[in-house]
């Protein structure tokens, strides 16, 4: 089973199983290592970086299941060069990953606990480990809801799996856009304003949070109206990861490097640094 | 005969208020359902009625000429929908139309604004549950204009 590679600065071969295609610029790869060992074990939250040979290397969160470890699973908007090339790669075809790295979400804390889970377009997609795996020890948690945005019907991401989540009886699942044109039946407003309807006990109360960073700041002043603790609002941050090991600097956040100290963080730990305009 | 104080005093908008502005503001109420594809407000259309949710789902739009009906916001239970019935000229800005089957108080806005002229204690009352409506629904719109998910 692949885990810490030996050296975490040497990419492993990974071929490409299977690529879908979330929206008109977002895929999906189902990958499993080349040399064929059994598996890839990572922490949900937690990133790797993907090397397309002879383009780049950048960071992509981890955005299968934690529990089967027999593929490992990324999805990647294509906006830059290195991200287009891992959008095009073919069935067969191979990538080199490092990882996995950096802090996962606190899902081993979260027994006895109310969940929310927040994301914002991409978002969706480093978070959805946390749901697979706080569903598939569902009894363990008190209320646990999912609330989800995107731009427009046509960005939302993993439509079929919201869809199923959303038949299930033990999981509250809001999806909202910002806009939409008249066939869509679903609804329309910004996250934080879904927070108002959201249920659960705000002193036992832990929220995971990833989307872009006004969505995210808008959204933790929500939670911190509605009285939960910020020591219990976690934020997925983002930032220009390059070694993955906090050796570079690349990620520095004031005191933190978001690749080895995050990229999940408690809002308190980050607070300064998060509204610290041109940081 | 039914009273409507228990359903008024149960909605979000109206919570805290006094026994005797809930009997006050029953006076102007009554209770509608909209079927599914039924408008609640037409843009242009005389302000005459807002509406407290108290069921169902509805969406507020604007129409293009060209692409038809556009979605900006979706109300539900609890919420409350037209927010500038009390500025002249009295006509809607939008449409507001049922996703589903929905239940809702409607207001009568000219009993009401003649209730709120003789009691300028429910005025401020009614006044500051709108003024926290329209500071949320700033918020969000400025949120929207902000393309949280631009590329």
Known sequence: MLNALADPMLPAPFRVLKVNRETGDTFTLTLAPAAGEPGFRFAPGQFNMLYVFGVGEIPISISGDPDQPETLVHTVRAVGAVSRAICGLKRGETLGVRGPFGVPWPVTKAPGWDVLVIAGGLGLAPVRPAVYHLLARRPQFGNLELIYGARTPEDLVFRQELMHWRGRFDFRVHVTVDTAKGDWRGNVGVVPNLISRARFDSEHTMALICGPGVMMRFTVQELLNRGVKMENIYVSLERNMKCGLGLCGHCQLGPVFVCKDGPVFSYDRVRDWFLLREV | ?151
């Open chain 2, 1 to 151: 005969m039914e009273t409507l104080e228990p359903i008024l005093a149960a909605h979000p908008f109206l919570q805290g208020l006094d026994s005797r502005h809930l009997k006050i503001i029953a006076e102007c109420a009554a209770k509608v359902n909209f079927n599914a594809g039924e408008f609640l407000l037409r843009e242009q259309e005389e302000a005459a009625r807002f509406y407290l949710i108290n069921s169902g789902q509805v969406s507020v739009e604007i129409f293009r000429a060209r692409g038809g009906p556009i979605t900006i916001a979706t109300l539900v239970e609890g919420e409350a929908l037209g927010w500038l019935w009390f500025e002249k000229p009295y006509h809607w800005h939008f449409d507001a139309r049922a996703v589903h089957l929905t239940r809702v108080l409607a207001l009568d806005v000219k009993a009401l604004m003649q209730r709120c002229e003789q009691d300028h204690e429910l005025g401020y009352a009614l006044m500051k549950r709108y003024a926290h409506l329209l500071a949320v629904q700033f918020r969000v719109t400025i949120l929207q204009l902000v393309d949280f998910y631009g590329k």
